[in-house]
């Protein structure tokens, strides 16, 4: 099992940085991460299958994935709860007899979801959304 810490820039209509926690298993394709916006009191998980994860060299292997994400936004005068879909690509490299990953992916995460601001209730919708990750994830 592989847990880590992920760092995470969201080019969109609303970029926004973000940490996150990230676990995997080599007994099954999903990752799962825990987000959390850095700028804003905001909470998410995105789960990703990895459905290809094919090794190119000794210590690389490359991965597409698909996968979902929900989440949401409390904050003073707004709400906003999400879901959408993944699609994605990236790569992780192993050190330390494939013990530590480092890893990157680049993810297409179209979104729609409902806010509340101002005590009016609006959609949302967000097909710009391309979270962009790098992290560090130890195995045991």
Same mark, same amino acid.
């Given at each position: 099992?592989?847990?880590?810490?992920?760092?995470?820039?969201?080019?969109?209509?609303?970029?926004?940085?973000e940490?996150?926690?990230?676990?995997?298993? $080599?007994?099954?394709?999903?990752?799962?991460?825990?987000?959390?916006?850095?700028?804003?009191?905001?909470?998410?998980?995105?789960?990703?299958?990895?459905?290809?994860?094919?090794?190119?060299?000794?210590?690389? $292997?490359?991965?597409?994935? /698909?996968?979902?994400?929900?989440?949401?936004?409390?904050?003073?005068?707004?709400?906003?709860?999400?879901?959408?879909c993944?699609?994605?690509?990236?790569?992780?490299?192993?050190? /330390?007899?494939?013990?530590?990953?480092f890893?990157?992916?680049?993810? /297409?995460?179209?979104?729609?979801?409902?806010?509340?601001? $101002?005590?009016?209730?609006?959609?949302?919708?967000?097909?710009?959304?391309?979270?962009?990750?790098?992290?560090?994830?130890?195995?045991?």
């Amino acid at each position: 099992m592989g847990l880590g810490g992920v760092f995470s820039y969201n080019v969109s209509t609303v970029s926004c940085a973000e940490a996150a926690f990230s676990t995997r298993s $080599d007994e099954s394709p999903w990752c799962v991460f825990f987000n959390s916006q850095l700028n804003q009191n905001s909470i998410s998980i995105y789960l990703d299958d990895w459905f290809i994860n094919e090794r190119i060299a000794e210590h690389a $292997d490359y991965f597409v994935l /698909w996968g979902m994400s929900y989440g949401a936004v409390f904050e003073s005068e707004k709400s906003e709860f999400d879901m959408g879909c993944r699609f994605g690509a990236g790569g992780d490299f192993f050190f /330390w007899n494939r013990r530590l990953e480092f890893f990157m992916q680049l993810v /297409w995460n179209p979104y729609f979801g409902v806010k509340k601001e $101002d005590g009016k209730l609006s959609p949302v919708f967000r097909p710009v959304s391309f979270p962009c990750s790098a992290g560090l994830r130890l195995w045991f």
